[in-house]
Nanobody, 126 residues
Framework: QVQLAESGGGLVQAGGSLRLSCAAS????????MAWFRQAPGTEREFVAAINWSGGSTYYADSVQGRFTISRDNANNMVYLQMNSLKSEDTAAYYC???????????????????WGQGTQVTVSS
């Protein structure tokens, strides 16, 4: 059973950057898709970005396309989310996710993921 732990959140001014990290333990993530979701208070958890097992395919929500970059380091069981040009509407708790579909595609629906981290808070001040 995989455990995920996010880090790197914090308070940043609008226009700034943050890099989130997701450390996996318990099993390798090298053959599984990974994703980032976010949830602001009073809203549903929403898709941010996803990456397939090899890192060769990435997918982004329209709201972050061109500003955020998802990447992975399979050798170290890590996934990252580089966030640039941050906006106040990016304020949310950010969650790392994976599933047990080995060689599976990187999905955009949260229902395709069954392992989640505890989240890391990102607050963007305007």
């Amino acid at each position: 059973q995989v455990q995920l732990a996010e880090s790197g959140g914090g308070l940043v001014q609008a226009g700034g950057s943050l890099r989130l990290s997701c450390a996996a333990s318990g099993r390798t993530i090298s053959t599984y898709p990974m994703a980032w979701f976010r949830q602001a208070p009073g809203t549903e958890r929403e898709f941010v970005a996803a990456i397939n097992w090899s890192g060769g395919s990435t997918y982004y929500a329209d709201s972050v396309q061109g500003r955020f970059t998802i990447s992975r380091d399979n050798a170290n069981n890590m996934v990252y989310l580089q966030m640039n040009s941050l906006k106040s509407e990016d304020t949310a708790a950010y969650y790392c996710a994976t599933n047990s579909q080995r060689w599976g595609t990187a999905a955009k629906s949260l229902y395709q993921y069954d392992a989640w981290g505890q989240g890391t808070q990102v607050t963007v001040s305007s």
